[in-house]
């Protein structure tokens, strides 16, 4: 059993985060960071180059240049602006990308705006704030509902990973990501030429004109939700990697997650046939469970073949 494996694997000395190393098929993903329902969440997902919500002043996530918030709740947004003055301080002048939901971008910046002109210490000047926001691309969840937002890299403008977005069930507006591979493949008309027929038809058409972009899904990230707003996306049934909330997990819980729109453990059992994925991470616990054991004692005797794929990031 998985979940009973990865009780071995946890870092215990790691500033008091979770630190995973998890192998989906040939690539090996690296996850910091906390998250515990209603307190925070941040999970930087160190190959990808991304931060999953921003809900604490993560000490390592400022060096990480792509942030996804889900949704406005302060246990997921309220250190975003942390990042303005801590990679400032490290001196660090590359660009950086904020993604988030239209709603939550006025206020952000209102509040980036007082912090920055209270650590100025006086009145007016934001100076700081302006310097730090001219290197930050912020981009509205809902423009990446239909169009992939190609992220940053670590050493290059773009990477060649790229997000989506997609409407979750949560008491207010709230989105998931699907992070996906770019690569590229010949147009069908050209498959089966041969190299040098490929190399004559280049010099004629170009190579933009060659191939099409394929994206290939490697990630995806709830955010909070019901496991409604899971299965509406099939998306999130199919990527390899899954990072899925679950709030709770005794029958006292129940209620608490559907009225605070989250997901139980026994809504996970309930669909489990319909999760096709390699691994599943299980984030946002309730503060109740206060060891792994706690959680433990209510998945051990669920199916294999579910608790066989879930890790949980506690």
């Known amino acids: ?23 989906v098929g040939s ?43 889900t949704h406005g709740h302060t246990d997921h947004i309220g250190a975003l602006h942390y990042d303005h003055c801590a990679r400032r301080l490290y001196k660090i002048e590359k660009p950086k990308m904020f993604i988030m939901p239209i709603q939550c971008i006025k206020p952000f910046k209102m509040i980036a705006s007082a912090v920055s002109e209270m650590n ?59 992070i996906s591979r770019l690569s590229k493949k010949l147009k069908p008309e050209f498959q089966g030429l041969s190299g040098k027929q490929i ?17 290939t899904p490697l990630l995806g990230y709830t955010g909070d939700t019901t496991i409604q707003g899971v299965l509406n996306h099939k998306e999130f049934l199919n990527v390899p990697l899954l990072i899925m909330e679950c709030t709770g997990f005794s029958p006292d819980d129940k209620i608490r997650c559907i009225e605070g729109k989250h997901i139980h453990w026994d809504d996970i059992v309930n669909n489990y046939k319909y999760f096709m994925n390699e691994k599943i991470v299980l984030f946002h616990f309730s503060q109740q469970y206060r060891v792994i054991e706690d959680i433990l004692e209510y998945t051990q005797n669920s199916p294999k073949e579910l608790n066989d794929k879930v890790i949980l990031f506690f």
Do not use: W
């Open 199 to 215: 190399i004559e038809i280049k010099k004629q058409i170009g190579n933009e004109n060659l191939t099409v972009p394929v994206y």
């Open 120 to 178: 100025c210490g006086k009145s007016g000047e934001n100076i700081k704030l302006f310097d730090s926001l001219l290197l930050t691309k912020i981009v509205e969840s809902e423009s990446c509902e239909s169009n992939y937002q190609h992220l940053l890299g670590t050493t290059n403008p773009v990477s060649e990973y790229a997000v989506k977005s997609y409407v979750m069930d949560h008491k207010i507006k709230s989105y998931g990501y699907i």
């Open 1 to 23: 059993m998985l979940i009973m494996e990865q009780l071995l694997k946890y870092s215990t000395n790691n500033d008091g985060e979770t630190y995973l190393e998890i192998k």
């Open 27 to 69: 690539q090996i993903y690296t996850l910091s960071g906390y998250s515990r329902a209603g307190l925070c969440t941040c999970i930087i997902v160190k190959e990808l180059n991304i931060v999953l919500d921003m809900g604490y002043p993560n000490g390592k996530a400022y060096s990480y240049d792509n942030k996804l918030i």
